[in-house]
């Protein structure tokens, strides 16, 4: 099972300050991990995001990326994203809709 260690940060191409790694998953999942001075990080964390297909999977209920994830945080999503990869991306998918649902937005 895959875990933060096994990412490999390089240069973030369109930030001169900041990192990035990404993670291809068996299950056609994404994982980009990024850390720099725009990016929702400080110190020790990074902002994460996932992709399906070239998309992002909506991995909070008000923005297509979280913020400020720990090392030991991102193991744990990826963690509950290779056990149930599709059970992930569809219970993200409806927590997105019933919050906007909420909030009046569609």
């Known amino acids: 099972m895959k875990t933060f260690d096994d990412l490999e940060f390089?240069?973030?191409?369109?930030?001169?300050?900041?990192?990035?790694?990404t993670?291809?998953?068996?299950?056609?999942?994404?994982?980009?991990?990024?850390?720099g001075d725009t990016f929702y990080n400080d110190k020790g964390t990074y902002e994460v995001a996932i992709f399906k297909d070239g998309d992002f999977v909506p991995i909070s209920t008000s923005d297509d990326v979280i913020g400020w994830q720990s090392p030991?945080?991102?193991?744990?999503?990826?963690e509950e994203i290779?056990?149930?990869?599709?059970?992930?991306?569809?219970?993200?998918?409806?927590?997105?809709?019933?919050?906007r649902k909420e909030l009046d937005l569609d």
């Open 10 to 21: 390089s240069p973030h191409p369109n930030m001169p300050t900041g990192v990035r790694s």
């Open 23 to 35: 993670l291809h998953l068996d299950s056609g999942l994404q994982l980009s991990v990024v850390a």
């Open 72 to 78: 030991d945080e991102i193991t744990t999503l990826l």
């Open 82 to 99: 290779q056990k149930d990869a599709s059970g992930f991306v569809e219970r993200k998918v409806q927590e997105r809709a019933e919050h």
